[in-house]
């Protein structure tokens, strides 16, 4: 079940990628529907990057050197 819901995610960023919120370091988030879960991605000249896979009670920002 969380694979199926982070591959629908996953396509759903993929197809309108800015209709997800602005974040931190010109990043953009979308919350999982059914699981604790958060997608950090951004944009870039060659297409999406994703950075994190993140539990939402996980220390916010940890993945921040993966951006810098």
């Not at 982070?6 to 059914?34: S, W």
């Not at 604790?36 to 951004?42: A, C, E, T, V």
Request: aromatic share 14%; charged share 30%.
């Amino acid at each position: 079940m969380f694979l199926d819901e982070l591959d629908r995610t996953i396509e759903r960023i993929g197809n309108h990628p800015r209709q997800f919120p602005e974040y931190a370091f010109g990043t953009r988030r979308m919350v999982l529907q059914r699981f604790p879960y958060l997608i950090i991605f951004r944009e870039t000249a060659s297409g999406l990057e994703f950075i994190a896979v993140a539990h939402g009670r996980r220390r916010p920002g940890y993945w921040r050197d993966r951006v810098e």
